[in-house]
């Protein structure tokens, strides 16, 4: 990772989406989702294993941080 502008607490990592990090023929029992208003990022991340019923439970909040990330609530859950 690397710093951000020098400051000691932010820090740029790279990313990677989760379908393809555990490949076509994982399953995921649960995930549990809590990334303070990223969770529409993080489960456009989980599309492929959602399509395929390899993701049966997902938790998540959806009604904190949403709009810093420029999405609505009604949004993120239409699109579920």
Known sequence: FTRVNDDPDAATVPAVRLDRALGTQARVDLAKIDVEGAEGRVLRG?????????????????????RAFGEEPADLLNWL
Request: aromatic residues 10%; contains cysteine; glycine residues 10%.
């Open 46 to 66: 989980l599309t492929d294993l959602m399509e395929r019923g390899a993701l049966p439970l997902i938790a998540f909040e959806c009604f904190g941080h949403l």
